[in-house]
């Protein structure tokens, strides 16, 4: 099942690095990974999709947790949070394309029923912009592709997410998070989170560490 965690981590260099390395160590593949600025300065806020089993997601939190440029991780999944993608659409509608000269209209139609944007008008392509759930954009794409559209580019930036509602300091501890440096009283840690002089464990018995 897919898994999404929200991450604060330090904005320095090597820490995408870290936390893809620390995802290939326990051999869970990354289906998503969006990182920006956040609302902290010198923070940024990672949104990570993965697959692994539905009992993992602790394990993988703790491990999150492990690595020393994190300042805060969070699970979220659709019943607690408002979850968006972005993507960017490019279709062929030039004199050429399948539908001739009434491609453009058809395409603004749809554009007009998925509740998409035309950002992009070219001689041969139009380019639309759509947010939503990711079941939205896959329909778009699908009903382009059965009407003989040719899609030339995608470009989709992955599940982003952030939770309902406002996080007083109660609901971050209830949440397990660390506090920020000069953002209040500081948490109690996790008490699942590895020791700072200890290895990263295997979390998976079917799991081998590669050699160094």
């Not at 326990?26 to 923070?43: H, K, M, P, Q």
């Not at 609901?171 to 699942?192: C, F, I």
Request: charged share 25%.
């Amino acid at each position: 099942m897919l898994h999404t965690f929200v991450a604060l981590v330090q904005d320095k260099p090597g820490v995408l690095t870290r936390v893809a390395s620390l995802f290939r160590r326990l051999n869970i593949n990354i289906v998503s990974l969006t990182v920006g600025e956040s609302e902290r300065a010198d923070t940024s806020r990672m949104t990570i999709v993965c697959e692994a089993p539905e009992d993992a997601a602790h394990r993988i939190r703790a491990s999150l947790y492990k690595l020393e440029t994190t300042v805060d991780v969070d699970e979220v999944n659709r019943s607690e949070a408002v979850v968006r993608e972005l993507c960017l659409i490019k279709v062929e509608a030039g004199p050429n394309a399948p539908h001739g000269q009434h491609s453009r209209s058809q395409i603004f139609e749809l554009a007009t029923v998925f509740r998409a944007r035309v950002v992009d008008l070219a001689p041969e392509s139009i380019m639309l912009e759509m947010t939503g759930s990711a079941s939205k954009i896959e329909g778009l794409l699908q009903v382009l592709r059965e009407s003989a559209y040719t899609v030339l580019e995608v470009s989709r930036t992955g599940r982003m997410a952030m939770r309902r509602g406002h996080h007083t300091s109660r609901v971050l501890k209830a949440l397990g998070t660390k506090a920020a440096a000069g953002s209040g009283p500081e948490l109690e840690p996790d008490p699942d989170a590895l020791p700072e002089d200890e290895t990263l464990p295997n979390q998976f018995d079917d799991v081998q560490e590669p050699e160094a």
